[in-house]
């Protein structure tokens, strides 16, 4: 390559000043950078979910989420992802000649990628077609979907978790489950019956209180009759409400008998619209292609689900599987956060060498790496709880109290994790981690919600109080559960025997709660991980986790750790 310099350029003549002008323009050659993670197979790249899809009883539907994870993992669909996130949705509450229409406009994009979820049942397959696995398969594939565009998750995981609530109240199930069944996403807002599929929102939230629901405000009248299946006039607000072009809302308001759920659609049955009127969309710091907004509600029509009073219990179910999914989102921000980064260090030499053969970077990545392997196991035994349960044979009341358990200990740890590995992981990528394009950024302002939302990190540990108080049974069931994997890593077996002598005399839990939940939850990551039988993963896992403390930050792995081995099982190895 010849190199022009100042000199040659002032003694040269015009014609040779326009080619100098070229040469110069080429001012450098582009190297030692990364490519771009695109167009692989996210799932058949990722061992450990490949793994866990069959440990777990999925085996069946790998076909399904291989076809997912190569549509997921193109450079097409990567960037649909960053479209719906870039462009975000937009209120308009009347039309040009004054109506109102409580209108939210999304990128295209977005009702790309919520088309895509809803055609592979994301939204609905363990209730639409119910079969062991089948949460275990929707698992994976909410996992991988996540991963490429995290904030339609929220509409989808609450239509997903609606069903519960709705199926018991016979005349509303009729009318609605089939359309939330159905696999044709139809973001039309319109009556229900012009549309072909339906989605469904929750509005729980109030101003004065989102963790005390029972603070709320919102009245509701009956029209006429009352009792499940009635209609009702619902008068108050929502500080709340994501998703507010879903079809319907589960919604809590109070009776004269107390708090009480409905379900709220946003057209009425004389096919006039709804009193439900969006006030203004948040201006959230992540989770931004999904639109969250604040609603007034002015005698808007519902129906009651349940019994008058007992609202709480009949959404509660609703709560639980959001709270299932927020463990896995996060495990799938971090999963995702882990891909970028193993890609790059590959790829990435600095003082010539590849970071990947760097000590230090080698640590900290397998740390993060481990940290997944954990997360992802014990979301993977959550989801089979969920599908032993609905078995409804001998083991079902046991598999029930661990999903109950541990659902609330895995949303308390996983998503707390989520923020800090990621705030790592970006750090891993250098200066080109902080940037946009990058997807960190995004992964890293979404981590929190998931941490807020569905019961903020201390109710999460409150509610594992009052599971532990209301049905002690669940604390036998999870070590039972633990029992099963003793035998094969002494510092498991002396974690699990010490935590059993601690769990004879809890004290002071509602002070001390995070200490006892974050060892719950350490615990059951590594009793996956050993019964998943690969060593590599689970002793390097205990070593860290269930040890005495090395460090607080990530990559404080011990020396002799397989480093290079546990990186190589998580990175993609693409391009
Ligand atoms: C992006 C986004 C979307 C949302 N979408 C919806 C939606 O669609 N529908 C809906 O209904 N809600 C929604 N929410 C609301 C969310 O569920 C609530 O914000 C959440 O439940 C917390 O309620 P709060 O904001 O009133 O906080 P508070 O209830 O005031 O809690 C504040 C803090 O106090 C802690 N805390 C509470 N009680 C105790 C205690 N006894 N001891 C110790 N600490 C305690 C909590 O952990 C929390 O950290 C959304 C929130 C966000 C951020």
Same mark, same amino acid.
């Given at each position: ?6 000199a ?11 080619a ?10 582009v ?17 450990a ?5 069959v ?5 069946w539907?790998?076909p ?28 308009f ?12 406009e ?8 919520m ?11 363990p ?7 089948a949460?275990v ?7 991988l ?40 996403y ?7 019956e012009?549309?072909t ?12 209180g989102?963790?005390d ?33 879903s ?9 004269d ?19 439900f ?8 710091? $992540?989770?931004?292609?999904?639109? !969250?907004?604040?609603?007034? #509600?002015?005698?808007?029509?519902? %129906?009651?689900?349940?019994? @008058? =009073?007992?609202?709480?219990a ?7 599987l ?16 882990v ?39 014990m ?7 969920l ?13 029930r ?30 200066g $080109?981690?902080?940037?946009?394009? !990058?997807?960190l950024p995004? #992964?890293?302002?979404e981590?929190? %919600?998931?941490?807020?939302? @569905? =019961? ?13 108080t209301?049905?002690?049974d ?33 004290e ?17 990551q ?30 404080n792995l ?7 081995a546990?990186i ?8």
């Open positions: 390559m010849t190199t022009t310099t100042p040659d350029y002032a003694t040269a003549d015009s014609n040779e000043i326009g100098s002008r070229r040469i110069l323009s080429d001012t450098h050659e190297f030692n950078q990364a490519t771009p993670l695109e167009n692989y197979n996210m799932f058949e790249r990722d061992q979910l490949s793994e866990a899809l440990r777990e009883g999925g085996g539907g790998e399904g989420v291989a076809a997912l994870g190569e549509t997921l993992g193109s450079a097409e669909w990567i960037e649909r992802g960053f479209q719906a996130n870039r462009s975000t949705p937009e209120l509450t009347h039309d040009r000649f004054g109506h109102r229409v409580d209108h939210v999304y990128h295209p994009a977005y009702h790309d990628v088309g895509l979820a809803v055609e592979h049942n994301i939204h609905a397959s209730w639409s077609d119910p079969k062991p696995g949460h398969v929707r698992m994976a594939k909410n996992y979907y996540t991963q490429n565009e995290a904030g339609s998750a929220c509409p989808l995981t609450m239509t997903f978790a609606c069903v519960p609530a709705i199926r018991d109240t016979a005349s509303v199930a009729a009318a609605w489950l089939p359309k939330i069944f159905d696999q044709r139809d973001p039309t807002n319109a009556p229900l012009q549309k599929g339906a989605t469904i929102g929750m509005a729980m939230t109030e101003k004065q989102g963790t629901v029972r603070a709320n405000t919102t009245t509701a009248v009956p029209v006429a009759g009352r009792g499940p299946g009635e209609a009702y006039e619902i008068i108050g607000h929502k500080w709340f409400v994501s998703a507010p072009m079809d319907a809302f589960l919604t809590l308001a109070q009776t008998q107390g708090l009480s759920c409905f379900l709220l659609p946003r057209w009425r049955p004389d096919g006039t619209r709804n009193e009127y969006v006030q203004r969309l948040k201006d959230k710091m $992540g989770n931004r292609s999904n639109a !969250s907004s604040e609603v007034e #509600l002015r005698g808007a029509h519902a %129906v009651l689900l349940g019994e @008058e =009073g007992r609202g709480v009949t959404i509660i179910e609703m709560v639980a959001t709270r299932y999914d927020c463990m896995i989102g996060s495990t799938a921000l971090m999963r995702q956060a891909a970028q980064v193993t890609h790059h260090i590959a790829q990435r030499s600095v003082m010539g060498a590849n970071l990947i053969d760097q000590p230090l970077m080698q640590n900290v990545v397998a740390d993060l790496c481990l940290e997944v392997e954990g997360a992802l196991a979301t993977a035994r959550t989801a089979r709880a599908d032993n349960e609905a078995l409804n044979n001998q083991d079902s009341e046991a598999e109290l661990l999903t109950r358990f541990m659902t609330a200990v895995g949303k308390y740890w996983i998503c707390k994790r989520a923020t800090s590995h990621i705030g790592e992981a970006m750090e891993c990528l250098g $080109g981690g902080y940037v946009e394009d !990058s997807i995004r #992964l890293y302002r981590a929190p %919600v998931n941490s807020i939302w @569905e =019961g903020s990190g201390n109710v999460q540990v409150l509610d594992v109080l009052r599971a532990m209301k049905t002690p669940v604390v036998d069931v999870y070590f039972d559960e633990l029992e099963t994997a003793l035998g094969a890593n002494t510092m498991y077996d002396a974690y699990v025997g010490a935590l059993k002598a601690e769990f004879t005399h809890v002071d839990f509602e002070y001390q709660g995070r200490h006892y939940v974050e060892r719950l939850a350490k615990a059951m590594a009793a996956q991980l050993v019964k998943a039988g690969n060593a590599l993963v689970s002793d390097a896992f205990c070593s860290s986790r269930l040890g005495e403390s090395r460090g607080l930050n990530y990559g011990a020396s002799g750790t397989d480093c290079a546990i190589e099982r998580a990175r993609p190895n693409v391009g």
